[in-house]
């Protein structure tokens, strides 16, 4: 799939397709907390199929059992369908 940046109207919108994002900048950001670091890795991993699957890959940060995930497309300079994409996958995995 190729990846087509978003426009203005749609980033406004994001939060209604995207429970639990928050957009910074460029970016959609979303927070878990987990029992502990094996949990947290363990979400990481399901996060790393999906991600790979698609040719996507996300910014992940992993601190014992809190994990932050920041989506961006680098090669558009700004958010993308794939973020979109990518998000609700990541939110189908709760």
């Known amino acids: 799939?190729?990846?087509s940046?978003?426009?203005q109207k749609e980033i406004r919108h994001l939060h209604?397709?995207?429970p639990g994002w928050t957009i910074r900048g460029e970016k959609l950001i979303r927070?878990?907390?987990?029992?502990?670091?094996v949990h947290a890795f363990g979400f990481i991993s399901r996060v790393a199929l999906i991600?790979?699957?698609?040719?996507?890959h996300p910014d992940l940060h992993n601190v014992y059992?809190?994990?932050?995930?920041?989506?961006?497309t680098h090669d558009l300079d700004g958010?993308?369908?794939l973020d979109?994409?990518?998000a609700q996958r990541i939110n189908e995995l709760e």
């Open 1 to 3: 799939m190729e990846a």
């Open 5 to 7: 940046r978003l426009t």
């Open 16 to 18: 209604q397709n995207l």
């Open 31 to 37: 927070q878990w907390k987990f029992k502990n670091f």
């Open 51 to 56: 991600a790979e699957s698609m040719n996507h």
């Open 65 to 72: 059992g809190t994990v932050t995930i920041e989506l961006t």
């Open 79 to 81: 958010l993308s369908n």
């Open 84 to 86: 979109l994409i990518l």
